[in-house]
């Protein structure tokens, strides 16, 4: 059957095309045609996944990955993703549209939908992190964490690693790691928290079904104001609280070190220890000046005595004066 369009919204230049399957036609077709007149995206699209948002599509010729949205998310997955660049696949192509349809029936409904057409990480370079995988590069995936809080102002703390499929990625040959599926990313209001956080998703990838014990370590790890316990020691969060912590010493670390240096805890000097340069202290100043006053005046006496007759070298030369006559 020929392609079905809306001459008044053209939708032909991307479309579902459908195989009947005992006589039922899916919620989504089995393939999707791209025809933009563009080499790098265009051809055809075959049925790879599909998950509780929407499905994906893949053009293993050109190496893309065509993502269908049924929610928009208010366009923020997108944006998000090419926000954070290097770490996430590059994006070719997103819209919010209707899709064509090669057959009576309407692809997702009729109803718009997100379009993003992206690299394709494929599991012949790349591989997913879960479990060990991210105990391994687990340091690597801290600083991905901690980029994407710090530089990005973005966090997940519900699905990072995946629930439905892994979104955590590395590259075989560069060990390069990037994140995929930003439609569960939100603005990050709370650094520390949300690193935590994002670290605890980690946590619960290693360990599944944590005891009660556990989550107790759990809980005093994620409370920055309590000391980790000997026996909470050795987990992963543990090892993300202190990455963090070395990346932002604690408040307490900075004040130790400004006492160390004669610095009260505003970090400006204290009056008690005030110091000139050379570290001479105000006392020891004083002393110096009263030294150099008596200095001078035993100098003034000095250069009295030599004036006119009043001093031995004065009544010396008056001697010599009273001989030659």
Known sequence: MGDI?????????????????????????????????REDIDGN??????????????????????????????????????KVGAIAPQIFYDDIRKVGSDNTAEAFGGIAVQIIIMEYLNPDKWVPLRGVGIITYRVKIFELIYTLINDH????????????????????????IKVIDYGEFKESTDPKYDFIMMVDRLQYSVIQDPTDEIKDCYKNIMDFSKEVTNACKGYLLEQGRTFWEKKNPRRSQRI????????????????????????????????????????????????????????KRGNKSKSKRKYRK
């Open 153 to 176: 102002n973005i966090k997940n703390v519900t699905d990072l690693v995946g629930q439905t499929g892994s979104h955590i990625w590395k590259n075989k040959d560069t060990e390069e």
């Open 5 to 37: 369009v809306d001459m008044e919204n053209p939708i032909d230049d991307i479309v579902g095309l459908y195989s009947e399957l005992d006589g039922q036609i899916g919620w989504y077709p089995d393939t999707v045609r791209v025809n933009m007149e």
């Open 256 to 311: 130790s070190s400004k006492s160390k240096y004669g610095l009260g805890i505003s970090g400006t000097i204290n009056k008690t220890n005030k110091t000139r340069r050379g570290g001479t202290s105000k006392r020891k100043n004083s002393f110096r000046k009263n030294k150099r006053k008596s200095k001078r005046r035993k100098n003034k006496g000095l250069r009295k005595s030599n004036g006119k007759g009043n001093g």
């Open 45 to 82: 699209y075959t049925f790879m996944a599909s998950g509780g948002g929407g499905v994906v599509f893949l053009n293993e010729e050109k190496q893309k990955i065509l993502k269908v949205n049924y929610n928009a998310f208010g366009g923020k997955e997108v944006i998000y993703q090419k």
